[in-house]
């Protein structure tokens, strides 16, 4: 067996297992099983479990990019996507990957970022990876709306952070939940992320009230 369909198969093992264990409960012993492979062969190809580990991330991280930015359900159509269309099919795509995917993205979601450096530097660079894209889309509606951008940088910027933290979390309770699809997940939080973004683009803010 080539070298790396064999290195895919340990990888395959390494993401179930530290998915659904934790990355300090899982053995080697037992991804080497899973694998059908010996534990020798996989300290040969992977040299560590701090490396395999690494090597997971990397694989999930840029699975996981892939897939928002290569989103384009409405490519087919013609002249260009609003942002509005391309942020829906990031969403949407996001949210499919993170439910068939669910060993990956807890492997991502909650045990990289527990497990101090580089592990946790790996997952911050994919999540800043998104929220430049999710940065450009917003800025691009605020452009559409306003013909120019009206937004200030600062406050697309935190918009962006606040829709992916929200995509994160809603994605951990989907998976959870069960019943929640990946289409449905997605139309929460446009319905609760795009119409304020539109109240802001039309000059319409919310302010405390005085007491």
């Known amino acids: 067996m080539p070298r790396a369909v064999r290195e895919q198969q340990m990888l395959d093992a390494a993401v179930r297992t530290f998915g659904q264990r934790g990355y300090r409960a899982a053995s080697m012993d037992e991804i080497a099983e899973l694998a059908?492979?010996?534990?020798?062969?996989?300290?040969?190809?992977?040299?560590s479990k701090e490396e395999l580990f690494s090597a997971c991330i990397r694989r999930e991280a840029a699975a996981l990019v892939a897939a928002v930015r290569g989103a384009d359900g409405g490519a087919a159509a013609p002249g260009p996507v609003p942002a509005d269309r391309q942020l829906w099919d990031g969403l949407r795509a996001f949210f499919t990957h993170t439910a068939e995917?669910?060993?990956?993205?807890?492997?991502?979601?909650?045990?990289?970022?527990?497990?101090?450096?580089?592990?946790?530097?790996?997952?911050?660079?994919?999540?800043?990876e998104i929220v430049s894209f999710v940065t450009t889309l917003i800025a691009e509606a605020a452009r559409a709306a306003h013909g120019d951008p009206s937004l200030p940088e600062r406050e697309v910027a935190g918009l962006a952070q606040a829709l992916v933290g929200a995509a994160e979390s809603l994605a951990g309770w989907a998976?959870?939940?069960?019943?929640?699809?990946?289409?449905?997940?997605?139309?929460?939080?446009?319905?609760f992320a795009w119409a304020g973004l539109g109240g802001l683009m039309e000059g319409r803010r919310w302010v405390p009230s005085p007491l």
């Open 36 to 47: 059908g492979v010996s534990k020798p062969l996989v300290y040969l190809y992977l040299n």
């Open 101 to 128: 995917r669910p060993d990956g993205w807890a492997v991502l979601h909650s045990q990289a970022r527990t497990q101090g450096e580089p592990f946790a530097a790996e997952v911050a660079a994919m999540r800043e």
């Open 175 to 191: 998976n959870v939940e069960g019943s929640v699809s990946a289409k449905e997940a997605a139309a929460t939080l446009m319905n």
